[in-house]
Structures are given as structure tokens and as C-alpha cells.
């Protein structure tokens, strides 16, 4: 796990003054945008740090490592209402453990994914909340849906009784310009828009970092998925999905 540096809370309340500056600046109203911290890489004590600043929705790359958090808190904090979001590349053998706990998962690119999904979704927990992830600029390494093939699939996952659609999220390539930075965040609001022209009932488009915060709230983005910033540099150590 990662060792926390000193100044988290320092650095969350920067990252929301950073936020609503954003905010602010694109004439959009208070609250429009959530701010969801990603904590992968580091542990419990983070967190339990992290909650203590005031943060309750996570976000968590590594399946294995992400069900200990869950099931620690499940277990020593039940008093705790936390949200957990899936927002790494899912492997078909690990959505069982993923469908059991998470209440996020934003990274949905394909009918298998859902399906499984859903059909794995114990019944007495609520729907789970998915988001289809884009291929949006077209990096091999990079995971996602296809955009011509969103209106399909979204037909296909709204289907699924244990799951509901709530929008799109994409990671698009890091880039140093600003223009650079707004072309695949604005190619996926008129996404999302066409979507939701086509009446499906969409309300969270899941897009900008620590990098590029500023640009995707100016694009649309109703939540921003920040982890650097607030948590500081990670050492990956070879982790993996």
C-alpha cells in the first residue's frame, strides 16, 4: 500500500475550492459536479483518515484490494454510509466480488460485463449504478465502449432488472493543451446529449482529473474523479487489476 503524505485535508479542501472555482467560472450552478476521491493504492488508515476529513464516496481500481476496505468497513464501521465506486478495467472472473459490494461501476464496456453483472447482483441490495466507459480517444491501452455502439448497448444494460444506467465516463488521453484537453471531453457531452435525445434516462457523466478538472467541467462533467491531488503520488508496486 501507498504511505500517505501529511496535508490530505489540506488538499481535499484545496481540490474543493479548485472545484467550485470551476464551477463558478462555467456559470453552473452549486453542487452540479460531485467530487469522487480516489483512494487506490492506499489503505485503511488512509480512508479512515479521509473519512475523518469528511469524504464518503470512494473510488477503487483493484478489485481484491478494494473488497478488503469494503468488508473492513462493513464490518468494524456499520455506522458508516460510504459509496463505493468501481472505476478500474473489469475482468469478467472478478464481477462476482465486484456485483457483491460495490454501489458504483463506471466502467461497464461491454453486454458480458452487465450481464454478469446484473445476474450477480445479490437481491436483497439495491440496483447497482453503471456507467458505460468510452473509447474515446482511440489509445490502444485504454478500455471502452465504442461510441457508435452506445445507443445498443445502453438499449441491451437498460434491459437488466439488478443494474441501472446512470450515464457515460471516459478517461481521455493526457495531453498539455487546452484545446487538446476539451475535444474528447466535449465529443463525450454531445455523447452523453444524444443519449439522453434518445430518451434514455441519463444524469451523471463521469469525466476530468487531477489533470484535467477545470476543462471537463467546463464540458459537462457532473463528476470529476480526483485522486493525486487529494491523496498524493501512489507507488503502484506492480499492482494489477
Not at 34 to 44: A, D, E, N, R
Not at 112 to 141: C, F, T, W, Y
Amino acid at each position: 500500500m501507498t504511505t500517505l503524505t501529511k496535508g490530505l485535508n489540506q488538499r481535499y479542501l484545496a481540490v474543493q475550492a479548485k472545484l467550485s472555482e470551476s464551477v463558478a467560472a462555467a456559470g453552473r450552478s452549486v453542487g452540479s459536479v460531485q467530487l469522487l476521491p480516489v483512494s487506490k493504492t492506499f489503505g485503511i488508515k488512509a480512508i479512515e483518515e479521509a473519512i475523518a476529513c469528511g469524504m464518503e464516496c470512494f473510488g477503487e481500481n483493484y478489485v481484491q484490494e478494494a473488497c478488503e476496505k469494503i468488508d473492513y468497513f462493513k464490518s468494524v464501521r456499520p455506522d458508516l454510509h460510504l459509496t463505493w465506486h468501481f472505476i478500474g478495467h473489469l475482468q469478467s472472473n472478478k464481477t462476482r466480488a465486484v456485483a457483491e459490494r460495490f454501489d458504483w461501476v463506471q466502467t461497464v464496456d461491454r453486454l458480458k460485463i452487465a450481464q454478469r453483472l446484473n445476474d450477480q447482483r445479490p437481491q436483497d441490495m439495491a440496483p447497482l449504478n453503471v456507467l458505460i466507459e468510452v473509447h474515446i480517444s482511440g489509445e490502444e491501452s485504454k478500455s471502452g465502449a465504442d461510441p457508435k455502439d452506445l445507443p445498443a448497448l445502453a438499449s441491451e444494460i437498460i434491459k437488466l432488472p439488478h443494474l441501472r444506467l446512470r450515464g457515460l465516463m471516459a478517461i481521455p488521453e493526457l495531453v498539455d493543451t487546452e484545446e487538446g484537453k476539451m475535444k474528447p471531453l466535449l465529443e463525450m457531452r454531445k455523447l452523453f446529449d444524444d443519449l439522453v435525445s434518445k430518451g434514455f434516462k441519463l444524469d451523471t457523466l463521469s469525466m476530468g482529473m487531477s489533470q484535467d478538472m477545470v476543462e471537463a467541467v467546463k464540458a459537462g462533467s457532473t463528476m470529476v474523479r480526483v485522486g493525486t491531488a487529494i491523496f498524493g503520488p501512489r507507488d503502484y508496486g506492480g499492482k494489477q487489476s
